[in-house]
T-cell receptor
Framework: RKEVEQDPGPFNVPEGATVAFNCTYSNSASQSFFWYRQDCRKEPKLLMSVYSSGNEDGRFTAQLNRASQYISLLIRDSKLSDSATYLC??????????FGQGTELSVKP | EAGVAQSPRYKIIEKRQSVAFWCNPISGHATLYWYQQILGQGPKLLIQFQNNGVVDDSQLPKDRFSAERLKGVDSTLKIQPAKLEDSAVYLCASLDYLAGNTIYFGEGSWLTVV
């Protein structure tokens, strides 16, 4: 089993749609969790951290379920500019960060 | 604040040749990572440094890859000899503990082995 596994993509959605990505992790002792965004041929950039209580940043909502070892990212009212690859990132310990394979999102007009 | 600097940005080499990539992390960041990202996949950790010491190099193919961070600041990743499957982007990143363990990536060094 992979340490971090994401929904296979790509997701093709119309503008204004709501889309959700899921991610599971294998190490139950993992300490912190993140979503990164990566544009085509660019480096990954932090989108948001994921907190146990769930957190929201504008149109983006992240949830963590420690019991089931999964993380989710919800994007509401999708924009064309949201088209990118979304990477789930888990810190199992000591600053080590493990990336999922990424889920590609394409938002169409 | 300057970001993570990497060079060269692009490199094309023939198989069995050698190549070296350089990274200068954000000033003050003690933790430095090298990741390999093959097209269509997520970044894969090759090596993690804490200052000038290696924390994790379990996924570094040590028969051909080496990395050092002698003075605990900048770092070099070397591949010798290169194989076709080494074609990837090599991402350097540094960690900011004060910002909730946020890592910042450089723009990457794109390697094509022909």
């Amino acid at each position: 089993r992979k340490e971090v596994e994401q929904d296979p993509g790509p997701f093709n959605v119309p503008e204004g749609a709501t889309v959700a990505f899921n991610c599971t992790y294998s190490n139950s002792a993992s300490q912190s969790f993140f979503w990164y965004r990566q544009d085509c041929r660019k480096e990954p950039k932090l989108l948001m951290s994921v907190y146990s209580s769930g957190n929201e940043d504008g149109r983006f909502t992240a949830q963590l379920n420690r019991a089931s070892q999964y993380i989710s990212l919800l994007i509401r009212d999708s924009k064309l500019s949201d088209s990118a690859t979304y990477l789930c990132v888990v810190n199992p310990r000591g600053g080590k960060l493990i990336f999922g394979q990424g889920t590609e999102l394409s938002v169409k007009p | 604040e300057a970001g993570v600097a990497q060079s060269p940005r692009y490199k094309i080499i023939e198989k069995r040749q050698s190549v070296a990539f350089w990274c200068n992390p954000i000033s003050g960041h003690a933790t430095l990572y090298w990741y390999q990202q093959i097209l269509g996949q997520g970044p894969k950790l090759l090596i993690q440094f804490q200052n000038n010491g290696v924390v994790d190099d379990s996924q570094l193919p040590k028969d051909r890859f080496s990395a050092e961070r002698l003075k605990g600041v900048d770092s070099t990743l070397k591949i010798q000899p290169a194989k076709l499957e080494d074609s990837a982007v090599y991402l350097c990143a540094s960690l900011d503990y004060l910002a909730g363990n946020t890592i910042y990536f450089g723009e990457g060094s794109w390697l094509t082995v022909v």
